[in-house]
């Protein structure tokens, strides 16, 4: 199974708590210049006061602001909402980040890392998507298993080296001599799919 930070990352996705504090600090921005609505200022300015200000706090010091500091650029007139939510998204991808490389599972995930989406993300289906990122991150590699014993983790067709997708590619000859015999076998015509056998 992809990890959900593998897909985060592939996808240069976000979590949900960057685009909510996003839409917290835009709404306070808002509150913090308007005069018109008194009684929803005086609301806010009652809340912001109890349990709010916690929260607001460890936000802050998550993105390297002190709360205090942000009053002070606030009260000079400059709105922190793109500065604050560009940094918690610097920092959630930092983490991400730091998370792939400690990944016990596959140490090809760090590979995996891009600055851009990838291209096939753009033109392909949803499930020939899924299969390339999967086979990109290695997770159908079975020496990655790492909670298997050593021969779970040799190749299923040869049974003498680990299998990975290098050994698939380059050194399983019984693959490279199925691999051809199969698929003229198993394929229509026209690619499909032929009495329930898969690609």
């Known amino acids: 199974m992809i990890s959900v930070i593998l897909v985060r990352e592939e996808c240069k996705r976000s979590k949900l708590r960057v685009k909510a504090e996003k839409r917290v600090a835009k709404f306070e921005d808002r509150m913090g ?16 006061k109890s349990a709010d200000v916690k929260e607001r706090e460890n936000y802050c010091r998550r993105n390297g ?3 205090e500091e942000e009053e002070r650029l606030r009260a000079e007139g400059r709105w922190m909402c793109a500065e604050l939510s560009e940094r918690d998204r610097d920092t959630d991808k930092q983490e991400r980040r730091e998370r792939i490389r400690d990944s016990r599972y596959n140490r090809k995930y760090e590979k995996c890392m891009t600055d851009d ?9 949803a499930k020939e998507r899924k299969m390339m990122a999967r086979f990109r991150c290695g997770n159908e590699e079975r020496e990655n298993r790492y909670w298997t014993e050593g021969e779970e983790r040799r190749c299923r067709m040869y049974r003498e080296e680990s299998e ?12 490279r001599a199925r691999e051809g015999k ?10 499909r799919e032929r009495d329930g056998v898969r690609k």
């Open 33 to 48: 210049g308007r005069e018109e609505c008194r009684i929803l200022s005086e609301c806010y300015r009652e809340k912001k």
């Open 117 to 125: 989406v990838p291209v096939y993300l753009g033109r392909e289906s």
């Open 164 to 175: 990975t997708i290098e050994h698939m590619w380059s050194g399983c000859g019984e693959m």
């Open 65 to 67: 602001y002190a709360s």
């Open 182 to 191: 199969e698929r003229r076998e198993l394929l229509s015509e026209d690619g």
